[in-house]
């Protein structure tokens, strides 16, 4: 596709079940970054792929986050146990860029999840 | 304190106003700065960005950066409805390390 796709587009949970968000970045990109947007903030960083390889993890927020992304291409970020907290949208950006040079790549328009 | 402050606003200006925008941040290693609009409900777009000190026009918009000040701006001229959006600015070390974001600028562009 033109741009990068993020599915669900919405998404409700209830507190402690375990949800799937999925990034489709732009074919060919080989850098994939995830960001987590709460309400009226900015985005902040979660993790970092360059192809199949998760080179940054240091913004995941505790071990119930988990990114993959295991041909290079699509990347799902999974939730396990969800709390409340965890509320926010999710974005996914893609870079054709090797280098983490991470200015102009390119967001989806994001998944918002609410845990109830 | 954040790493990065900006006022949320929100800001609103009638069409064909002027519009300054601003961050401050607090960690003197940020090299790389933009600045970013959002859409209501969809992806931040990537509009300015600077390597270290200095201006950088495109458009109707500017972007300087002042490093001595640890301050950053994005000046909008003659605004239109279409301008309506939250701007963020984002900045980071170097090729290595991720975006450092700002809350975000909540901006109205009044017809």
Known sequence: GAGVSQSPRYKVAKRGQDVALRCDPISGHVSLFWYQQALGQGPEFLTYFQNEAQLDKSGLPSDRFFAERPEGSVSTLKIQRTQQEDSAVYLCASSLAEARINYGYTFGSGTRLTVV | ?111
């Open chain 2, 1 to 111: 304190q954040k790493e990065v402050e900006q006022d949320p606003g929100p800001l609103s200006v009638p069409e064909g106003a002027i519009v300054s925008l601003n961050c401050t941040y607090s960690n003197s290693a940020f090299q790389y700065f933009m600045w970013y609009r959002q859409y209501s409900r969809k992806g931040p777009e990537l509009l300015m960005y600077t390597y270290s000190s200095g201006n950088k026009e495109d458009g109707r918009f500017t972007a300087q950066v002042d490093k001595s000040s640890k301050y950053i701006s994005l000046f909008i001229r003659d605004s239109q409805p279409s301008d309506s959006a939250t701007y963020l600015c984002a900045m980071t070390y170097s090729g290595n390390t991720p975006l450092v974001f700002g809350k975000g600028t909540r901006l109205s562009v009044i017809a």
